[in-house]
T-cell receptor, first 113, second 114 residues
């Protein structure tokens, strides 16, 4: 079945540091890939997505590229801010209409001033 | 996009009691889901609640414990029955919009069972 593996946290960075959160997946076919963000006390928000190989999803300065050859979808940001402190979830769904979403375990990011 | 509200936002309940969580969406949606997020954990799908059909439960979740109603295309409820401390979690309502099948989440209901 489908699965998502993401790096364990917490990740602690200083403001303006470079962020990478690794995510790899196992799936058949061509899944869609997502990053969700959960700010403290809130529900999940879709941060970005990519639906086919080599697509780059981007939003709010975050980027992730769908790498089919390495089955990866790593999240990056060039300069993090304190307001980026949250839990980040990598997720995937199968192709062809709606498929159930499989979530990773989440990576907590803490950015200190 | 979809805007989802949940009530209550949080509650503290005694063991053995039941709590009904409401989910309201600002547009008509066919596919609606209920998730559980236990402390420090990822999301676990409880059930799929499509309007016009019985809810479909995932392995490990049963209707007697988590009855769901879906009376129309904008509303659903999840009841957590006969609660125990192990039910302490965040319960999230979620919807999927037709094409491009993006999934949206409510703010969650934080439940503590004492």
């Amino acid at each position: 079945g489908n699965s998502v593996t993401q790096m364990e946290g917490p990740v602690t960075l200083s403001e303006e540091a470079f962020l990478t959160i690794n995510c790899t997946y196992t799936a058949t076919g061509y899944p869609s890939l997502f990053w969700y963000v959960q700010y403290p006390g809130e529900g999940l928000q879709l941060l970005l997505k990519a639906t086919k190989a080599d697509d780059k999803g981007s939003n709010k300065g975050f980027e992730a590229t769908y790498r089919k050859e390495t089955t990866s979808f790593h999240l990056e940001k060039g300069s993090v801010q304190v307001s980026d402190s949250a839990v980040y979830f990598c997720a995937l769904s199968g192709s062809g209409g709606y498929q159930k979403v499989t979530f990773g375990t989440g990576t907590k990011l803490q950015v200190i001033p | 996009s979809a805007v989802i509200s949940q009530k209550p936002s949080r509650d503290i309940c005694q063991r053995g009691t039941s709590l009904t969580i409401q989910c309201q969406v600002d547009s008509q949606v066919t596919m609606m889901f209920w998730y559980r997020q236990q402390p420090g954990q990822s999301l676990t799908l409880i059930a799929t609640a499509n309007q016009g059909s019985e809810a479909t439960y995932e392995s490990g979740f049963v209707i007697d414990k988590f009855p769901i109603s879906r009376p129309n295309l904008t509303f659903s409820t999840l009841t957590v029955s006969n609660m125990s401390p192990e039910d302490s979690s965040i319960y999230l309502c979620s919807v999927v919009l037709d094409r491009p099948y993006e999934q949206y989440f409510g703010p969650g209901t934080r439940l503590t069972v004492t």
